[in-house]
């Protein structure tokens, strides 16, 4: 059941603002759980809603022609989906998905956009974080296009565990298939000697980061050149 939002703020975003616009938005935010594999907007659709992940993650997917989905940005605390409609009404150009199902705080755009609109400190922060996401899907194609499986996929579970807030991650070996664009038998066998040398434990769709350290030597330098540019 969805519930206006008090508390603490884990979406750096949110915690960013200035005290007097946060209060602007929080009597309209509210907080609620979105399941695995729900979409949040379909390429061309108008940007209705503002999702703020708290503790889960969305990513934004772009369709090939032959029906394959290719990830061009991971979003999770450090960030929010539907942000560019603080500039005016505005379409998505991506499928935006939720691959770890967790809390969203989430506002009606054309509420967000009001508010927007008289704060000079807020329309500023989402330039910097749009920038920010452009940056990073220049990085990503970069990544695909030259890294190895086994990097990108340590890559990908380090920025999935820092954007979320948690080592533990609801994550099946299909979803690891489709984000780095490998076959599930490569996910596998990379996992499975990942959790051999202790660096993660996997069971049944859950993967537990054991060293972040030693994983972080085995990513490929796209995780620390991602990292640098969260808020």
């Known amino acids: 059941m969805d519930a206006p939002v008090v508390g603490r703020w884990d979406n750096r975003i949110l915690a960013a603002l200035p005290r007097e616009t946060l209060a602007l938005l929080a009597r309209d ?21 503002i999702y703020f992940p708290e503790t889960g ?33 505005r379409r998505s150009f991506t499928r935006a998905t939720v691959q770890i199902p967790r809390v969203f705080s989430t506002i009606s755009a054309a509420r967000f956009a009001k508010v927007a609109s008289g704060s000079p400190a807020l329309r500023e922060l989402v330039f910097r974080y ?19 499986s ?17 080592d533990h991650l609801p994550l099946t070996q299909d979803i690891l298939s489709d984000m780095l664009g490998v076959r599930r038998t490569t996910v596998t066998l990379l996992a499975q000697e990942l959790q051999k ?28 050149v991602i990292k640098r540019e969260n808020f």
């Open 57 to 89: 993650m969305i990513s934004l997917l772009v369709a090939t022609g032959d029906g394959d989905m290719v990830e061009t940005s991971m979003i999770g605390r450090e960030g929010a989906v539907g942000v560019q409609r603080a500039i005016g009404e």
């Open 130 to 148: 749009t920038e920010r996401l452009w940056i990073e899907a220049q990085q990503l194609v970069a990544c695909n296009a030259v890294h190895d």
């Open 150 to 166: 086994a990097s990108r996929l340590c890559r990908w579970l380090l920025l999935s565990a820092d954007r979320s807030g948690s």
């Open 197 to 224: 040398q202790g660096l993660l434990k996997y069971s049944r769709g859950k993967i537990t980061l054991l060293d972040r350290n030693a994983l972080a030597g085995r990513a490929c330098e796209c995780y620390e």
């Open 29 to 49: 935010l509210k907080q609620v759980s979105l399941p695995l594999g729900v979409v949040c907007f379909e390429p061309g659709d108008i940007v209705d809603q």
